[in-house]
């Protein structure tokens, strides 16, 4: 494990987890359709966290629905892969994107092997069951235990995730809890049929700043108990320092820049990642969301041809970066972006492939 | 739990003491005793008045003591299960307010059972499918059923019912089933009648509750933990009802309590119309002829009735919401 986590460069096929393939998720409404996810491609290894950073409403959340086929019934997935490797010892993977939204297959795999948890711990819980009859509802789903078995079980996750007297807070009421101890329990329930990957979805913006650390700590100490993947959307950069290895820049649908950690903030290429990267609210300062750029994010309906951050770029090329839409160049093994002040690219489908 | 009911169970006592002195007060309002109106009422149409009855029947109810008394002699009596005596009748309350107030029951709850059967399988239907053809016409069933009055309705069912089945109308019992003792068959004659008043009490209340469920349950469809539950694997229709329909019910079920005034009202005209022998029409016709303790133990019944219902309708909402019970 200790291996994938630090040296990136020697990731196998083996211990790929997931793989999105040009993934374009869209969706229907009276004023035209939104193209929520437009083309991107990434991939989740092993007990990797791949944070996954852009300002709001540039598709970050989709993403991650598409990824569980939760992305609602005005959604639509209309083109693209999202291949799933179930198992670490090699064979077929699962094509998630193809699979029916209510079948039995993607039902197995929701909770058992992916598991999300929201922003909201408070509406995230449902208030007239208590916390444990909602995480009892999926041991006793995926794992086929009775009853008192799932309320062991049950238990043991509260106490793993730092919940005192667990055997007494399982039978509280959502309302009952402060909102840290709600994402705790949260975090529980999404962690109790111990998933390979844990998609955790802005998990801290509405919490305190004291709970804010402490969470994202017993995120990373769960990680290293249990190795189980995450995907961390964030608006904060000081997040991602923290918990990720590798980081993917979302803007309006695609992926602009994706590089691992470390690269990515000595050797920041998007002239989007770098504006985000001027305003780095540090974590704990109150501000989460990133206000840093120029203008604002364009109407939904009517992305811009060619770069869609042209309108709002310092370093736009007039006649290139309005016309033409650039696709992912590979600067270094691991670093990748999609801006055509580092060339033209490869792959003229837009879906080029960053590993 | 046990709590809060008990506690909901002795908030019931000052509020059922209240209603009695409103009903006493109500027996209290035409000038004079109604002991000397009989009086009157007897002479007038030239009968013999018995003045042995009279004293016996003044001693009885106190009528020459003062008025606290009266309602003490009349509440304890009525505790009793002696409701006193109606006049116009001739015979004791009780002998004809419990088949009444039995039938209205009987009325009142298929109304209900049909109504949220109705509503239940319709909303639910159409905030799962919104916008969608059925969707809209159950909207526009629900508003004409909402805008249509119910003895209009009353009296096309009644014809419907005369010159497409044959059946006689109007009544909950066929003639000859009227004066019969109870039996299996009354029953059953019984049933075969009620589907009209069950129908034309009921749909007016059914459009609303089917808004009321529609709109509920919308909203709840997209809270955060419908979405928490998909994203657990948990199939589509256990999370339906497990979750948001069971959320949406909440306000539902809190207005059980209060409809069951607006039902028996509701009924009174209804059953004038379709010359029902529930406890409506026997309410109007006593306060018109003043039959004063007939009236106040009618007033007095229903409002307990009402009071029992609002008591298990929240007994309801509570093991539904369990956020009530701890406040
Ligand atoms: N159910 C939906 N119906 C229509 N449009 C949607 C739906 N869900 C998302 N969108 C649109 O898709 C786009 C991307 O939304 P998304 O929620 O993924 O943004 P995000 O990056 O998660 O933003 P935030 O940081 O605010 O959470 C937005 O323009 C949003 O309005
Ligand atoms: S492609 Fe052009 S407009 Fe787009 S980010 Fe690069 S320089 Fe700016
Ligand atoms: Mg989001």
Redesign the interface.
């Known amino acids: 494990m200790q291996l994938i986590l630090t040296g990136l460069g020697e990731v196998d096929s083996v211990s790929k987890l997931l793989e999105v393939r040009n993934l374009k998720t869209h969706f229907e409404t009276e004023e035209g359709t939104v193209k929520a996810v437009n083309g991107v491609t990434f991939d989740i290894h092993r007990g990797q966290t791949l944070g996954v950073v852009g300002e709001s409403g540039c598709g970050k959340s989709v993403t991650a629905q598409s990824i569980?086929r939760?992305e609602g019934a005005r959604g639509k997935i209309v083109e693209g892969d999202i291949l799933f490797y179930p198992d670490p010892k090699g064979g077929d993977p699962v094509n998630i994107a193809k699979l029916d939204s209510?079948g039995q297959e993607i039902?197995?795999?929701?909770?058992?092997e992916i598991?999300?948890i929201?922003q909201?711990p408070m509406?995230?819980?449902?208030?007239?069951?208590t916390i444990g009859n909602?995480i009892m509802?999926?041991i006793i789903?995926?794992q086929k235990a009775e009853a008192l078995q799932a309320r062991e079980r049950a238990v043991e996750t509260l106490r793993l995730v730092g919940i005192p007297k667990p055997e007494e807070r399982i039978d509280e009421?959502p309302?009952?809890l402060s909102g840290g101890l709600r994402q705790r329990a949260m975090i529980a329930?999404a962690l109790s049929c111990h998933p390979q990957l844990l998609i955790a979805d802005e998990p801290t913006t509405a919490l305190d700043v004291t709970i804010q650390a402490q969470i994202l700590e017993l995120m990373r100490e769960l990680q290293r108990e249990m190795g189980m993947a995450i995907m961390l959307i964030t608006h904060s950069l000081g997040v991602i320092a923290e918990m990720a290895q590798r980081v993917i820049v979302m803007y309006l649908g695609r992926i602009v820049e994706d590089a691992e950690v470390n690269e990515l903030f000595d050797n920041p290429k998007h002239p989007y990642t770098r504006a985000l990267m001027y305003c780095v609210p540090r974590l704990g300062s109150g501000i989460e969301r990133l206000q840093p750029i120029l203008g604002s994010v364009p109407d939904p309906y009517n992305i811009p041809t060619g770069c869609s951050f042209y309108p709002r770029c310092p370093e736009f090329i007039e006649g290139l970066c309005d016309v033409e839409a650039p696709t992912p160049v590979k600067i270094s093994e691991n670093h990748s972006v999609s801006c055509f002040l580092y060339g033209k690219g490869g792959a003229a489908d837009g879906s080029g492939h960053t590993d | 739990m046990t709590g809060y009911v008990l506690r909901r169970c002795l908030l019931m006592i000052p509020t059922v003491f209240l209603i009695s002195i409103i009903s006493f007060a109500i027996m209290q309002l035409p000038p004079g005793d109604f002991l000397t109106n009989y009086m009157i009422q007897l002479e007038a149409s030239g009968q013999e008045v018995d003045q042995a009855m009279i004293e016996a029947l003044r001693m009885r109810y106190g009528l020459d003591r003062p008025i606290y008394v009266q309602y003490f002699v009349w509440i304890k009596s009525f505790l009793r299960g002696d409701f006193g005596f109606s006049f116009e009748w001739n015979r004791p309350v009780n002998q004809l307010i419990w088949e009444r107030l039995a039938l209205t029951v009987a009325v009142t709850a298929a109304t209900m059972l049909f109504s949220w059967v109705v509503a239940f399988l319709i909303g639910v239907y159409s905030a799962t499918h919104p916008y969608s053809v059925g969707d809209y016409m159950a909207t526009f069933v629900g508003f004409i059923g909402l805008a249509t009055p119910n003895f209009m309705l009353a009296l096309v069912l009644m014809w419907v019912a005369y010159s497409y089945f044959g059946q006689s109308v109007g009544g909950l019992f066929s003639a000859e089933f009227i004066d019969a003792p109870w039996s299996w068959a009354k029953v059953w004659d019984m049933l075969k009648h009620l589907w009209i008043p069950v129908i034309v009490i009921g749909t007016s209340g059914t459009a609303g509750l089917i808004r009321t469920l529609r709109a509920n349950l919308l909203d709840e469809l997209n809270k955060p933990y419908v979405v928490t539950a998909v994203a657990k694997g948990v199939p589509k229709m256990r999370v339906l009802f497990k979750y948001p329909v069971r959320l949406a019910l909440i306000p539902f079920i809190s207005t059980v309590g209060w409809s069951l005034p607006g039902l028996i009202s509701g009924e009174t005209i209804t059953s004038v119309v379709l010359s029902l022998p529930t406890t409506g029409p026997l309410l109007l016709r006593a306060l018109q002829s003043q039959d004063m303790y007939l009236a106040g133990s009618f007033i007095m019944l229903l409002s307990i009735l009402t009071v029992i219902g609002t008591l298990i309708s929240d007994i309801l909402l509570a093991v539904t919401d369990p956020r009530i019970r701890f406040d």
């Open positions: 569980l939760i209510d039902r197995a795999i929701r909770g058992k598991s999300i929201f909201e509406t995230s819980f449902c208030p007239v069951y909602q509802e999926s789903l995926h009421y309302h009952r329930m």
